[in-house]
């Protein structure tokens, strides 16, 4: 992965702040011009007969971690959890209310958060409710985010009983220095015990999300925690890149900035890691995720079948996700809703008997093209722009203005370009979503709204 200019030029070039494209529009463009109204009409517009995925939120858990930049808050005490849990119960309900018929579910997502915040009875309790509104298909993955600081055996046998198949552990890092720089004290051995506990309760399929870009690593720090989380036989392993929005996350700043690495470094420390992972056997999937050659994740991506939604890489292919909860975002045929973010707003109007929607974005059809663009180049890091425009009834030619942008691209060797079709190289998956931003027709580069994107 040699760059054939300096990374400095490189950086300089290309490290603009650009967004995560886990949809597009992207939730900058959302507005309150989408409300509650809407979505009614939305839902009831789904097809019964059609697979729904089904994400819920629950934005608690029991310390800060200073680089979250998640939609979450510390509980205090059980009261707030329980609160949240019966009032997500009731979401649920209004939500299964207002569509056309029984829906049934091929995937269920639990994210936060700390989903396992709600402790066994809770979490039955949810369970319950969701298979009282809904069918879960029998082959249905049902995935959940935990925390091993707080994962117990007692929560472990909920989960299982409730037929949970893919569990994400926060690691992010091993190093004792570098944890207690982020309010995240997590043994190796800790993190052992959690696996141990998931694999013997037979939920097997296992995700590890690791960052770098954090104070105080290193290219070696990075790459030697990349090996000891190969010591747990992950399936599937996010490499996240820190998003240092203090501006955004009060709590960021917390963290010394002073020792944040430079852009430089932590290109050395994601190309480190990556290596790691290749030696193992891993596939790099899209921007910053790899996976065994035989995992779902990783057949997808062969296929081209690979998607992107606001939980990341995927290979669901139902055409509705569901957002429940806080914050949640919704995808549906006629655009994106979210719900309230806070949670006093998101409980008012559950309990008033109306849906949460506080903003959202009806796409016009040049989103929905660029949109087939932008998914397709950051799921197989290559592009047919005259293939995507033909299927959808467009003509190539509306993109002329970007093959100038394009083609300085490739003179810096991130991608090759052969008519229409571009080819991104090695060092241009680094710059992956600066170069997807080349078909960002909303995307406002004087405004500081994104994270860089090195």
Not at 131 to 159: C, G, K, S, Y
Not at 298 to 306: F, V
């Amino acid at each position: 992965m040699d760059a054939r200019i300096p990374w400095e030029e490189l950086i300089a070039r290309w490290d603009g702040q650009v967004p995560r494209y886990t949809s597009y529009p992207t939730a900058v463009s959302f507005h309150s011009g989408v409300d509650a109204r809407t979505v009614e009409t939305w839902l009831g517009k789904v097809d019964p007969a059609a697979p729904v995925s089904l994400y819920l939120h629950v934005p608690f858990c029991r310390r800060m971690c200073w680089y979250c930049g998640c939609h979450t808050v510390v509980a205090n005490g059980v009261a707030p959890v329980e609160a949240y849990a019966r009032d997500l119960a009731a979401e649920l309900r209004l939500i299964a209310a207002r569509l056309p018929g029984r829906i049934r579910l091929a995937r269920v997502h639990w994210g936060g958060g700390t989903p396992s915040i709600l402790g066994p009875i809770l979490w039955r309790r949810l369970d319950e409710a969701i298979r009282t509104e809904f069918d879960i298909d029998p082959q249905a993955e049902i995935a959940v985010e935990l925390d091993p600081r707080t994962l117990t055996q007692p929560m472990v046998n909920a989960l299982a009983a409730s037929g949970v198949t893919r569990a994400s552990l926060g690691v992010q890092d091993f190093d004792p220095r570098v944890q207690q720089a982020v309010n995240r004290i997590q043994p190796f051995a800790m993190v052992a015990e959690a696996v141990s506990r998931l694999r013997g309760a037979r939920i097997e399929a296992l995700n590890l999300d690791l960052m770098y870009g954090l104070p105080h690593q290193d290219e070696l720090s990075v790459a030697r925690t990349a090996r000891e989380a190969l010591k747990l036989a992950p399936d599937r392993i996010a490499l996240f890149g820190y998003a240092h929005v203090p501006w955004m996350k009060r709590h960021q700043r917390l963290i010394d900035q002073d020792a944040l690495p430079n852009a430089v470094s932590r290109l050395a420390q994601f190309r480190a890691a990556s290596s790691v992972f290749a030696a193992a056997g891993y596939v790099a999937i899209g921007l910053d995720h790899f996976a065994k050659a035989d995992d779902p994740l990783a057949r997808a991506q062969g296929e081209g079948r690979l998607r992107r939604n606001f939980q990341g890489y995927t290979d669901d292919t139902a055409p509705v996700l569901l957002g429940v909860g806080a914050s949640a975002i919704s995808a549906l045929a006629d655009g994106f809703a979210q719900n309230a973010a806070a949670v006093p707003d998101w409980r008012a109007a559950v309990l008033a008997g109306r849906l949460a929607v506080a903003r959202g974005v009806v796409p016009t059809e040049d989103d929905r093209l660029r949109a087939a663009l932008i998914e397709r180049l950051m799921c197989d890091l290559a592009l047919d722009i005259g293939a995507v425009c033909r299927g959808r009834g467009a003509q190539p030619q509306r993109f002329a203005e970007a093959l100038p942008r394009l083609d300085a691209m490739a003179a810096d060797g991130l991608i090759v370009r052969e008519g229409w079709r571009i080819t991104v190289t090695p060092v241009g998956r680094l710059f992956l979503r600066t170069i997807a931003a080349v078909f960002d027709a909303r995307l406002d580069r004087t405004v500081g709204r994104h994270a860089r994107a090195v």
